[in-house]
C-alpha cells in the first residue's frame, strides 16, 4: 500500500536528512514507521560521527557544494561524487541516532549541501529550493501519495544484485539430498521448463503439503550442491546449489489405497503436483526443491568493516570463469561469524608475483613482490562463513585466492 508523505514546502538549510525524514514521520504517524534493521556497527559508527563529518581531505577534488538528487542515482555512485573513500558515506552524511531511527533512505528531489567547516565536511539535506526562507518549514494543507520504498535511492543499481538474493543459496552438508525431490514429469518430458508440469516427493518419510490450504505456494528448484572450499586451508565452507527456476504448488503429496494385480489393497504414494513458472535452465528428475524465501529488503550503507579483515575470494558465481570483472558477483570466506555484514565494503589485493632475485651472484633466492590493490567489491548476501559480493571497480581481473582486506 502507498504510504502517505505531507507535501512540506521547504527544510532548513541545517537540518539533517534524518531529522528531516522524523518530521515527515512524526507528520504522518505510524504509516512512515517502516522497520528497517539499524546494525549495531551502523549504531556505533553514528553514535562516534554524528555531525562530525570527514576531513576535508577525504573530499573528492570535484566534490560539489550542492547536489539534487535524481531518479537513477546510486548511493554508491553519490558517495564517490563527494568522497575520495565512498565507503566513509556515513560519516559524511552525519548520522543523527537520536532524531532518526532509520539512516538508510534519501529519495529524487532531495538536495544534498556540502557545508565545510574547522577542516570538516558534512552533508545536508534540504528540498529543491522554492523562494521561502530558509528558516521556515511550511506545511501545506495537502497531501500527496506515493510509496516510499519505490522511489528511495538504492545503495547500487538493483539489476545487478536482485536476482543474487533470490538465485545463489549456500547451505550446510546434506540439506539439498533431504529436500524434495522431482521424481516425474508429464507427457514423459525428459527436460522441464516454464510452464511444464511436474510431480514431487518428499524426503524422510516427510509429505509434501500446503502449509496455507487455498494459497499457492512457492518454491525454487536446485540441483547438486558444489562444495565451497577455503583457497588456503582447502576446508569446505559450504554448498552452494546452482539455481535452475521456480515452482508453484498445485496439489499436496498424499497416500491413496491402490488395487495391486493380485486384488490386494496397498497404500501407495501419490507424489505433489508442480507447475514450472520460471526457469533459468532446463530442469529434470532428480532436481531439488526448496521454499521460497521472502523477500529481501535491499537497503544498507556502503562502510568500511569495523573489524579487522583478512579473506580470499573462494569462486566466482555463475558459469566457470577463470577471472571476474565489474559488476560481477563473486563468494569470499568471510561470513557473519568474522563480523560480516550486507554493506560491507572490502578492497580486492591483487598477489605479488614471485621470482628469483637476479641481483645476486648465484640468483638463486626467491622473493615475493607485495600485493597490489587491485579494486574494490561489496558484500550485499552474508552467510555464516561465506558471503556473496559484487566487484564495484577493478583494475585487472580477479581471480580465485585473490586477497579482499579493510580498504584502508
Known amino acids: 500500500m502507498a504510504q502517505s508523505k505531507a507535501a512540506f514546502g521547504h527544510h532548513s538549510?541545517?537540518?539533517?536528512?534524518?531529522?528531516?525524514?522524523?518530521?515527515?514521520?512524526?507528520?504522518?504517524?505510524?504509516?512512515?514507521?517502516?522497520?528497517?534493521?539499524?546494525?549495531?556497527?551502523?549504531?556505533?559508527?553514528?553514535?562516534?560521527v554524528a555531525q562530525a563529518g570527514v576531513p576535508l581531505s577525504e573530499l573528492s577534488p570535484t566534490a560539489p557544494d550542492n547536489y539534487t538528487v535524481k531518479r537513477g542515482d546510486t548511493l554508491w555512485a553519490i558517495s564517490g561524487l563527494f568522497l575520495t573513500s565512498p565507503w566513509r558515506w556515513p560519516e559524511l552524511w552525519g548520522m543523527n541516532i537520536q532524531e532518526v531511527r532509520n539512516p538508510h533512505r534519501i529519495y529524487p528531489g532531495q538536495q544534498l549541501v556540502l557545508e565545510k567547516s574547522n577542516g570538516r565536511a558534512i552533508l545536508r539535506v534540504r528540498q529543491a529550493d522554492s523562494g521561502i526562507p530558509g528558516d521556515t518549514i511550511r506545511v501545506s494543507p495537502r497531501t500527496r501519495f506515493?510509496?516510499?520504498?519505490?522511489?528511495?535511492?538504492?545503495?547500487?543499481?538493483?539489476?545487478?544484485?536482485?536476482?543474487?538474493?533470490?538465485?545463489?543459496?549456500?547451505?550446510?552438508?546434506?540439506?539439498?539430498?533431504?529436500?524434495?525431490?522431482?521424481?516425474a514429469a508429464s507427457d514423459t518430458r525428459v527436460l522441464l521448463t516454464r510452464g511444464d508440469r511436474a510431480y514431487v516427493r518428499g524426503s524422510d518419510g516427510n509429505l509434501l503439503q500446503e502449509t496455507t490450504p487455498g494459497r499457492s505456494e512457492a518454491f525454487r528448484v536446485f540441483r547438486n550442491a558444489k562444495a565451497l572450499r577455503d583457497p588456503v586451508t582447502n576446508v569446505v565452507l559450504g554448498y552452494e546449489a546452482q539455481y535452475l527456476g521456480k515452482a508453484s504448488l498445485v496439489r499436496s503429496e498424499s497416500v491413496q489405497q491402490v488395487k495391486t494385480s493380485g486384488g490386494t489393497m496397498v497404500a501407495t504414494p501419490v507424489p505433489a503436483t508442480i507447475d514450472i513458472v520460471s526457469a533459468r535452465e532446463e530442469m529434470r528428475?532428480?532436481?531439488?526443491?526448496?521454499?521460497?524465501?521472502?523477500?529481501?529488503?535491499?537497503?544498507?550503507?556502503?562502510?568500511?568493516?569495523?573489524?579487522?579483515?583478512?579473506?580470499?575470494?573462494?569462486?566466482?558465481?555463475?558459469?566457470?570463469?577463470?577471472?571476474?570483472?565489474?559488476?560481477?558477483?563473486?563468494?569470499?570466506?568471510?561470513?557473519?561469524?568474522?563480523?560480516?555484514?550486507?554493506?560491507?565494503?572490502?578492497?580486492?589485493?591483487?598477489s605479488g608475483a614471485q621470482l628469483l632475485d637476479r641481483t645476486q651472484k648465484d640468483g638463486r633466492d626467491r622473493i615475493k613482490l607485495p600485493d597490489e590493490r587491485n579494486g574494490l567489491l561489496m558484500v550485499f548476501r552474508p552467510f555464516e562463513k561465506l558471503s556473496y559480493a559484487l566487484v564495484l571497480e577493478i583494475t585487472d581481473g580477479v581471480k580465485i585466492g585473490d586477497r579482499v582486506v579493510n580498504p584502508r
Open 13 to 48: 538549510l541545517t537540518l539533517p536528512v534524518w531529522a528531516a525524514l522524523a518530521v515527515l514521520a512524526a507528520a504522518n504517524g505510524p504509516a512512515l514507521a517502516q522497520n528497517y534493521p539499524i546494525t549495531p556497527t551502523q549504531r556505533s559508527t553514528a553514535e562516534q
Open 146 to 183: 506515493e510509496s516510499l520504498a519505490d522511489s528511495a535511492v538504492p545503495t547500487l543499481q538493483s539489476h545487478l544484485i536482485e536476482p543474487f538474493l533470490a538465485e545463489p543459496v549456500i547451505v550446510e552438508e546434506g540439506v539439498l539430498d533431504r529436500a524434495p525431490r522431482i521424481v
Open 285 to 350: 528428475v532428480g532436481d531439488r526443491l526448496l521454499p521460497e524465501p521472502p523477500r529481501q529488503l535491499v537497503s544498507y550503507v556502503p562502510r568500511a568493516p569495523i573489524d579487522l579483515i583478512d579473506g580470499n575470494v573462494v569462486s566466482m558465481y555463475g558459469d566457470a570463469v577463470g577471472l571476474a570483472g565489474q559488476n560481477q558477483v563473486v563468494v569470499i570466506n568471510k561470513g557473519t561469524a568474522d563480523g560480516i555484514e550486507s554493506g560491507h565494503v572490502l578492497a580486492i589485493l591483487k
